[in-house]
């Protein structure tokens, strides 16, 4: 502390500026990939309510089969992609470093490995639709079930790896905050 007649206390004279805006920027950008996060963990959030009803609706055949065929069984280890996105939420609260490091995992192991399963399960009708033009028989809402649940498989993929992305960004910056 100063006092009229005492020295000025360290750093209070502007020359921590450069310190203080690197903090700034620090947080600047962790707001800013925390925000994108949860803009996606919306949309994932969204994409899987809808694939929860297609499955137990399915499942159940709670709805004609020309309404909502029986899930493919790539579908129902995805519906476990839920639980790393859960985590990335709980994580951005606190900065909670442990339950992103999960989600990042999660979201690999849950998330896009069944959707690459789902691809190649679903390749073999996708071919025949597109070449011969014949769908496998499977319908949802009208529509051969391959074709919108390809659909669904390129969303779920590009969220899932901005997702992973985002995330692993996020985990650089809180680091690189400790270090400093």
């Known amino acids: 502390m100063a006092s009229r007649a005492g020295p000025r206390a ?7 500026f450069q310190h203080r805006e690197r903090v700034a920027a620090h947080y600047q950008m ?38 909502v065929c029986p899930p493919y069984w790539w579908q129902y280890p995805y519906l476990l992609s839920a639980a790393p996105t859960a985590l990335n939420l709980l994580s951005l609260r606190r900065n909670h470093t442990g ?8 979201g690999g192991l849950l998330g896009a490995a069944p959707l690459m399963y789902g691809a190649a399960e679903m390749l073999p009708a996708a071919t025949r639709l597109l070449r011969q033009g014949v769908a496998d028989g499977r319908l949802l809402l009208g529509f051969p079930a391959v074709s919108v ?32």
């Open 149 to 180: 649940l390809y659909l669904a498989v390129i969303i779920a993929a590009q969220l899932h790896g901005w997702q992973i992305y985002y995330s692993k960004r996020l985990l650089d910056q809180w680091h690189d905050g400790k270090k400093k």
């Open 10 to 16: 360290a750093g209070t004279d502007g020359s921590d």
């Open 30 to 67: 962790s707001a800013a990939l925390k925000s994108e996060i949860r803009k996606l963990n919306a949309a994932h959030a969204v994409l899987w309510l809808l694939m929860v009803v297609q499955v137990i609706a399915g499942a159940l055949q709670l709805l004609p089969p020309r309404l």
């Open 99 to 106: 339950y992103l490091v999960a989600s990042v995992m999660g």
